[in-house]
């Protein structure tokens, strides 16, 4: 049972835009960076955003990150049929001093 | 071009030992960083293991605390997982990973995994 909570699933048409929640605690997320990652089948999981809202050199603008109190949301404009993967959140609790991930949110674009 | 590269056998009988290394080319482990091993079961979601820091805090998660161990040799620039009295239920790909400087969890150069399954 993983204390950061994502949707299972979230779906859109290709072009549209979609948002992924991660809701935690005033121990992780509330306080520490959080961190998005893009995971396909048979390959290691991408960081999309660190740092909340910062994007690593090569992920397109399409992709963003934004933090509001003990939430954290990812945003994808622009939909295209290679984004279908599943998208996890990441950050660090200061509580427990454990690194932490969401359960994972699955994105169909229809 | 920091590079990550796990190694170690694939199948582990239960009860007994996994021991995964992960070589690392482009960056010395020593210079700074955090480093860490994840894990994704088949079909689950990814599981934070644990995180070393180039200073020598580690850390671990909670529920492996009693079962792991993680540690740096600097000497051949890799990462070290161990792994005791393991289960069917630790059967899963596992990564090493390269974090963010201040942040375990900006986890920036991935290995290509490796799948360790636990059977007899």
């Known amino acids: 049972q993983s204390v950061l909570t994502q949707p299972p699933s979230v779906s859109a048409a290709p072009g549209q835009r979609v948002t992924i929640s991660c809701s935690g605690s005033s121990s992780n997320i509330g306080i520490n960076f959080v961190s998005w990652y893009q995971a396909l089948p048979g390959t290691a999981p991408k960081l999309l955003i660190f740092e909340n809202d910062k994007r690593p050199s090569g992920i397109p603008d399409r992709f963003s990150g934004s933090k509001s109190g003990t939430s954290a949301t990812l945003g994808i404009t622009g939909l295209q049929t290679g984004d279908e993967a599943d998208y996890y959140c990441g950050t660090w609790d200061s509580s427990l001093t454990t690194g932490e991930f969401g359960g994972g949110t699955k994105l169909t674009v229809l | 071009q920091v590079q990550l590269q796990e190694s170690g056998p694939g199948l582990v009988k239960p009860s007994e030992t996994l021991s995964l290394t992960c070589a690392v080319s482009?960056?010395?482990?020593?210079?700074?960083?955090?480093w860490g091993w994840i894990r994704q079961p088949p079909g689950k979601g990814l599981e934070w293991i644990g995180s070393?820091?180039?200073?020598?805090?580690?850390f671990y998660n909670l529920s492996l605390k009693s079962r792991v161990t993680i540690s740096v040799d600097t000497s051949k620039n890799q990462l070290s997982l161990r792994l005791i009295s393991v289960t069917a239920a630790d059967t899963a790909v596992y990564f090493c990973?390269?974090?963010?400087?201040?942040?375990?969890?900006?986890?920036?150069?991935w290995g290509q995994g490796t799948l360790v399954t636990v059977s007899s």
């Open positions: 990973a390269r974090g963010g400087w201040n942040d375990p969890l900006s986890l920036t150069y």
């Open positions: 482009g960056y010395a482990i020593n210079s700074g960083y955090y």
């Open positions: 070393i820091f180039h200073g020598g805090n580690i």
